[in-house]
């Protein structure tokens, strides 16, 4: 079954066709990779599927429900995290969690809180205020946030922007590991190639609104005979120069 159906999907704004007649799906269990070069239509996607946005076609399904009719539902049991999308700045670490919890009604709070700390290297953090932490620990207490509910969908939008590569790889190991245990589904936009590789058993790839190919990694890295999926990318991306 797919925790996301997403069926002949557009958005304008003006003259810009941000996303154009996009369909997909997202499995359960599954972390599907939303690639594109800049202004490609990532964010516009994951902001329809978040409700904050309102598509001017299609339809998208999420967890069973029509999220045009339906979404409160479905946006009970997902999360997400973007780093153009700032917590509240005055609020400390602990606060902000405790506000989100109480938002999704998180049985045992304090517990979950503690958990995530650990889990997130926050502990040093909580009493500090959102606001005054560098982008890293922003990104980790982001990624606490979106993970308060334990929910069915996360939408990731730039998961380890600004980490270390160590706590990259870290966040990296703790997302699989969260896949592994919960099957929940999971997109993933990123520009990290290697970090799709490592994450995404599928990636659709996106240019000018439109998706232009789709594929296992693998499958896309034999089919454009490149190395890696960084290459893959640039080689879309110039085709789309070009085109
Ligand atoms: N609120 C808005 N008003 C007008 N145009 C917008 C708005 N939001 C996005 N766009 C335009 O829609 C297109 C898609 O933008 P979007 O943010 O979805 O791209 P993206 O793939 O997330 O890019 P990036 O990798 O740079 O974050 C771009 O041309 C952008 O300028």
């Known amino acids: 079954m797919s925790a996301v159906i997403v069926r002949d999907l557009s958005k304008c704004f003006g003259a810009v066709t941000a996303v154009d007649r996009i369909s997909f ?4 269990g599954a972390t599907i990779g939303l690639l594109g070069g800049n202004g490609a239509g990532k964010t516009t996607t994951i902001s329809m599927l978040l409700g904050i946005l309102v ?4 339809s998208i399904e999420v967890l069973g ?5 339906d979404r409160f539902a479905a946006l009970a049991r997902m999360n997400y995290s973007s780093p153009y999308v700032a917590l509240p700045m005055r609020l400390t670490v602990a606060e902000n969690l405790a506000v989100y919890g109480h938002l999704y009604n998180v ?11 650990h889990e997130f290297d926050l ?16 990104t980790r207490v982001a990624l606490a946030k979106a993970l308060i509910n334990r929910p069915d969908l996360l939408l990731l939008d730039e998961p ?36 799709v590789e490592r994450l995404c ?11 232009v190919d789709r594929g296992t990694p693998d499958a896309l890295i034999a089919r454009y005979g490149r190395d ?3 290459q893959v990318f640039v080689a879309i991306a110039r085709a789309a120069t070009s085109a």
């Open 55 to 58: 598509p001017d076609q299609g």
């Open 123 to 138: 502990k040093s953090l909580l009493d500090r205020r959102a606001g005054a932490l560098s982008a890293g620990q922003k």
């Open 201 to 211: 058993s599928r990636v659709l790839m996106m240019k000018h609104g439109k998706i």
């Open 107 to 117: 049985p045992d709070l304090s517990t979950r809180i503690s958990d995530l700390a």
């Open 65 to 69: 429900h029509d999220m045009a009719h």
């Open 25 to 28: 799906t997202v499995p359960n």
């Open 228 to 230: 890696d999926l960084e």
């Open 160 to 195: 380890t922007a600004s980490l270390d590569p160590d706590t990259a790889d870290y966040v990296r190991s703790r997302l699989e590991a969260y896949r592994a245990e919960s099957g929940a589904a999971i997109l993933l936009a990123s520009h990290n190639m290697s970090e």
